[in-house]
């Protein structure tokens, strides 16, 4: 710090300021420019969160829970509570009970009602099936379920948009050109 007269106060310790030295060796403009800064560097700046990673070796995945990520957390869920998933499912999308879908599907047998397809025999449980001119979109009002089916059918269905009209017309077609053999029926 540069030293004045005798009995003077100091001048600003930067380069080419003339002003009078304040506090910390700075005259009080450019005390308020370094202390602004100060400011933002140490207390105004927000602290940086460090991203934690999935536990499981070699997934690498956004943390999620429970130190897992989301795929591996649901996954863990699901291990954990197997039905708990589905009966939220079917009461929240459908409006019934797991019991009731239980029993609809002991009242068809564990079979698709359209193909007669085995639940044991198909990859995902039996989908519910709902008037969607009642309800239209995805949740049902649980008043106009029609039964349990497979998902090729309530693809087929969906897909024909409920309709019973397209659906014959369909059939007619199928059994207009079905071929047996190498001649028409």
């Known amino acids: 710090m540069p030293v004045g007269k005798a009995g003077s106060q100091p001048q ?9 030295s304040r506090s910390s060796g ?5 005390y308020a420019t370094w202390d602004l800064w100060r400011r933002r560097q140490d207390w105004y700046k927000p602290k940086k969160r460090i991203q934690q990673k999935c536990s499981i070796y070699g997934c690498g995945g956004k943390h999620h829970a429970k130190g897992l990520c989301r795929v591996h957390y649901n996954a863990k869920e699901v291990l954990e509570n197997p039905g708990r998933n589905r009966k939220y499912h079917v009461l929240n999308t459908y409006n019934i009970t797991i019991e009731r879908y239980n029993n609809i599907s002991k009242n068809q047998n564990s079979k698709c009602a359209i193909c007669g397809s ?4 198909l990859r995902n449980k039996l989908s519910v099936d709902h008037d969607h001119k009642c309800c239209q979109g995805e949740k049902s009002c649980g008043k106009c379920i029609r039964g349990l089916i497979c998902g090729n059918c309530n693809r087929g269905i969906g897909l024909f948009g409920d309709s019973v009209e397209l659906l014959q017309a369909a059939i007619n077609y199928l059994k207009q050109y079905r071929i047996i053999g190498d001649s028409k029926l």
Do not use: D, F, I, P
């Not at 700075?26 to 450019?30: D, F, G, M």
């Open 26 to 30: 700075l005259c009080q403009e450019h």
């Open 118 to 121: 085995n639940q044991s025999e």
């Open 12 to 20: 600003c310790t930067v380069n080419g300021c003339n002003n009078k």
